[in-house]
C-alpha cells in the first residue's frame, strides 16, 4: 500500500435513497473509489445534502455503507448537477465548500451552455469549433429563428444526460419537433403555432445549428474526452458515443454505444486521417480544459464534449463538470479503473502541495 496517511477524498451527491442505491446510479461507482482509495492509502467518504451541518458521513466498509463521524474533508468532489433532495441546504453547504477552497469541481455555471459559449468565442483559437448558437429567452425568439434555420438542436440552458434536447427542423412549411428522449414528435404548421405546442419548461434555452456528424456505417457519433487534474492536463479517455441511425443524441442514457474514439474515427475516415482528427481534438479538449483552469481555478476533471462532422471539421459542444463513468465502465473495465485512480491521484497531489 502506498504511504498516504492523511490523504481523503470526499464525494458530495444527491441522496442518501432507500434500498441498495443509496446515491442512485453512482453508488458503485463509489464503492469501487472506496476500494481503490485503500490500496492507494485514501480515505474515500460521501456526504449528502446535511450531512456536513450534522457532521456525519458515508463510509464503505468493504460489504456496505455505514454512517460515521467526518473529520478532516481533504478534496471535496461534487458528483451530482441537480440536487432533488434538500437543494438549498446542498447550494449553502456547497458553497461553504467553495469559499474554503475545498470543493475541487468546476462550478454550476461552468455547464450553462450560453454562459460558456460567449465565454469560448473571445478566444481566436476555439471560435472556429464553435457550432452557431442562439440564446432562445422566449418563443418568439424561436419563431424567429425557425425563420433563417431549418435545422437546429433546443437545449436547456444547463442539463445532462440528454434530458431536455429536442431536434427541431423546418420541412416544407411544416415544423418537426423530436425529443431527445425518445417518442413521437410535435408537429406545428407554421412557426406561429409553435407557442401553442411548445412546454414553458423549455424556455430560456440555446439552439445550435445542427452538425451532420460523422458516421459508423449509418450510426452518427459523437465524443467525449475526459481530462484530470486542471494543473497538469492530462487526458484519461477518448470515448466515441456512437447513436442509433436515427436518434436524436448519442447520449449513453438515450440508448447509445461506447467504443474508442480512434476506432470511430477510422471507420469514418480511415487511419491516417483519424490520428490527424485525434490530434486535433486533443488540442481543443486542453485548451478548452486549460482556459477553464484560468476563469474556475482548480478542478480534479472535467468531460469534454466534442464533434466531427462529415467533412472532417472538429466541433467543442459543452462542458460537464461531473462527467460520468457508464461509458467507461461499458466499453472498458481497465480505463474505467484508470480513470477512477486518476481521482485519487489528484487528491495525493493536493495533499502534498498543502503540505500533508
Request: aromatic share 6%; glycine share 8%; net charge positive.
Amino acid at each position: 500500500m502506498d504511504d498516504n496517511t492523511g490523504t481523503r477524498l470526499t464525494v458530495y451527491v444527491d441522496g442518501p435513497y432507500a434500498g441498495s442505491r443509496k446515491f442512485g446510479e453512482q453508488t458503485q461507482l463509489f464503492a469501487d473509489l472506496a476500494r481503490l482509495g485503500r490500496d492507494r492509502g485514501v480515505d474515500v467518504q460521501v456526504l449528502t445534502p446535511g450531512d456536513l451541518s450534522a457532521g456525519r458521513a458515508h463510509v464503505h466498509t468493504g460489504t456496505g455503507w455505514s454512517l460515521a463521524a467526518c473529520a478532516d474533508l481533504g478534496v471535496v468532489l461534487r458528483r451530482s448537477g441537480v440536487f432533488r433532495r434538500q437543494p438549498a441546504l446542498a447550494a449553502r453547504e456547497l458553497v461553504a465548500l467553495r469559499r474554503q477552497g475545498l470543493l475541487h469541481t468546476l462550478p454550476l455555471q461552468s455547464g450553462h451552455k450560453w454562459k460558456v459559449y460567449t465565454w469560448l468565442r473571445q478566444h481566436e483559437r476555439l471560435k472556429p469549433h464553435l457550432p452557431r448558437t442562439w440564446l432562445c429567452a422566449r418563443i418568439e425568439d424561436v419563431i424567429a429563428l425557425l425563420s433563417r434555420q431549418s435545422d437546429l438542436y433546443i437545449k436547456p440552458l444547463n442539463g445532462s444526460q440528454g434530458q431536455g434536447i429536442h431536434h427541431v427542423r423546418r420541412r416544407e412549411g411544416r415544423i418537426e419537433i423530436w425529443p431527445a428522449t425518445g417518442g413521437d414528435p410535435v408537429f406545428a404548421n407554421m412557426a406561429s403555432e409553435l407557442a401553442r405546442v411548445w412546454p414553458g419548461t423549455w424556455l430560456p434555452s440555446v439552439a445550435q445549428e445542427t452538425i451532420a456528424l460523422a458516421r459508423m456505417g449509418d450510426r452518427p457519433f459523437d465524443l467525449r474526452w475526459l481530462i484530470c487534474d486542471a494543473r497538469h492536463p492530462r487526458i484519461v479517455a477518448r470515448v466515441a458515443r456512437v447513436g442509433r441511425p436515427h436518434a436524436v443524441t448519442t447520449n449513453i442514457h438515450t440508448g447509445s454505444e461506447p467504443c474508442t474514439a480512434q476506432s470511430a474515427l477510422t471507420d469514418a475516415f480511415g487511419a491516417r486521417a483519424a490520428s490527424d482528427l485525434v490530434q486535433q481534438l486533443d488540442d481543443v479538449a486542453l485548451e478548452v480544459a486549460r482556459l477553464a483552469y484560468e476563469r474556475f481555478g482548480s478542478y480534479a476533471e472535467v468531460g469534454v464534449d466534442l464533434a466531427v462532422d462529415e467533412e472532417g471539421a472538429v466541433y467543442f459542444i459543452e462542458l460537464n463538470p461531473t462527467p460520468g463513468r457508464k461509458m467507461l465502465r461499458r466499453l472498458d473495465l481497465g480505463l474505467h479503473r484508470l480513470s477512477l485512480e486518476a481521482l485519487l491521484e489528484y487528491a495525493i497531489q493536493v495533499q502534498q502541495r498543502r503540505g500533508g
